[in-house]
């Protein structure tokens, strides 16, 4: 809800993100992803500028009471061990947490999950209450490269899409990779395209007191970070670490494989639970918390990437932040922010991957070390920055 201020972003009297997502993950006992965080950090903005948090009910967004803001900003929604009592706990906050009242007739609402967007009542919802809506489009996966999204995630996508270029007045994007997909799509299908900001997602370095130990003090291992899926290409990763355990035997580098098991991963899974010849030289860690993830990625002697599609690509991001070289697929959303930084190779090259696996494990890696030199010219990207570029572009809608 508004505090009654004067709202500082827009004309509107009152001004809301929305936390569906958020909240449906933390009832589904679900670690944070990328899109999680980006959320997180956005109820975080709104919140230190008066503004409320909502949450799609039916198809009206409803508002959250000032209680709920705290639990979900301070983190007291967060999974624990104890995953029945925590869900019976969430569902019963979440009973108390939802007004029975709409948003404000005439509010401006931000929208930085693809949570409801392909829901044509609420779409009708809002205009009939003369509210502004701005949406973060993440990316367009699901469009360009169905054959890594779920069977019937296309049509569901190209409905948000249709939905948020006729019908919002504004639209958020994390780079200019995604910008140029939205407006191809939208010039395919015939569709206006309604202002557009460029907004890099923001990195903040956690602080981790007392420090995280990890249980590989002094052997050399490398990161993969993501949902464990197809896109994500660790079955090219897994399977080259079958080749490095046959050429290096008990010398080779360990994998540390970071992130939730997703969907038709099968095959990764069979080969991660399965794989005798390579198993004592992975660790998987299906529920890292940040600082545990900041602390792997601290020390390894690269972060890998060989994905076959981003949107943005926050793992990167976070590891060059926090001074890890990255070995990465040259997509061009990665390459938009960090440069010629990271060593590259084609998602489809396993040979060059192999090699540069090899080179950056060795004591003293003349590839490692250039890489660690070319970091100092990195430009980190903050959430304060990202957010000065949004308020920006909230204050030019009403102009």
């Known amino acids: 809800m508004s505090t009654g201020k004067k709202n500082p972003l827009t004309k509107q009297s009152a001004f809301y993100v929305d936390v569906t997502r958020l909240l449906r993950r933390h009832v589904g006992s679900i670690?944070?992803?990328?899109?999680?965080?980006?959320?997180?950090?956005?109820?975080?903005?709104?919140?230190?500028?008066?503004?409320?948090?909502?949450?799609?009910?039916?198809f009206e967004l409803k508002t959250l009471s000032r209680n709920a803001w705290g639990k979900i900003l301070l983190g007291e929604l967060q999974p624990g061990s104890a995953e029945r009592l925590y869900r019976h706990r969430v569902l019963f906050l979440l009973r108390s947490l939802v007004f029975r009242k709409p948003i404000s007739e005439g509010a401006s609402v931000t929208i930085s999950t693809h949570s409801w967007l392909g829901c044509w009542n609420t779409w009708q919802w809002l205009a009939k209450r003369r509210c502004k809506s701005i949406v973060f489009i993440h990316d367009l996966i699901p469009v360009q490269f169905p054959e890594y999204s779920n069977p019937r995630e296309k049509k569901r996508h190209i409905q948000r899409l249709e939905n948020t270029l006729t019908h919002s007045q504004g639209i958020i994007v994390n780079s200019r990779c995604t910008e140029s997909a939205l407006r191809r799509h939208a010039h395919s299908e015939g569709l206006p395209?309604?202002?557009?900001?460029?907004?890099?997602?923001?990195?903040?370095?956690?602080?981790?007191?007392?420090?995280?130990?990890?249980?590989?003090?002094?052997?050399?291992?490398?990161?993969?970070?993501?949902?464990?899926?197809?896109?994500?290409?660790?079955?090219?990763?897994l399977t080259l670490w079958r080749e490095l355990v046959r050429r290096h035997g008990s010398a080779s580098p360990r994998l540390v494989v970071i992130g939730r098991r997703g969907w038709e991963c099968e095959q990764i899974v069979d080969i991660l639970e399965r794989c005798e010849a390579i198993h004592p030289f992975l660790i998987e860690r299906n529920d890292a918390s940040d600082a545990e993830v900041s602390a792997w990625i601290t020390g390894a002697k690269a972060l890998l990437m060989p994905s076959f599609a981003e949107g943005f690509g926050m793992p990167v991001q976070e590891a060059l932040a926090l001074g890890t070289p990255v070995i990465s697929s040259p997509l061009p959303a990665i390459r938009e922010f960090a440069e010629a930084i990271p060593d590259y190779a084609e998602t489809y090259d396993g040979t060059r991957w192999l090699e540069l696996i090899e080179a950056y494990a060795s004591p003293d890696s003349p590839l490692r070390s250039a890489q660690?030199?070319?970091l100092q010219a990195f430009k980190e990207t903050t959430w304060p920055g990202h957010f000065c570029l949004v308020e920006e572009f909230l204050r030019s809608l009403d102009s």
């Open 31 to 58: 670690h944070h992803t990328g899109i999680d965080r980006v959320n997180l950090e956005y109820a975080r903005w709104i919140h230190g500028l008066g503004g409320g948090l909502c949450l799609h009910r039916g």
């Open 193 to 237: 395209v309604p202002p557009v900001l460029v907004a890099p997602l923001g990195h903040d370095t956690p602080v981790t007191e007392p420090a995280i130990e990890i249980p590989l003090q002094g052997v050399p291992y490398f990161v993969v970070l993501g949902t464990i899926e197809p896109r994500k290409n660790h079955l090219l990763l």
């Open 372 to 374: 660690i030199h070319r």
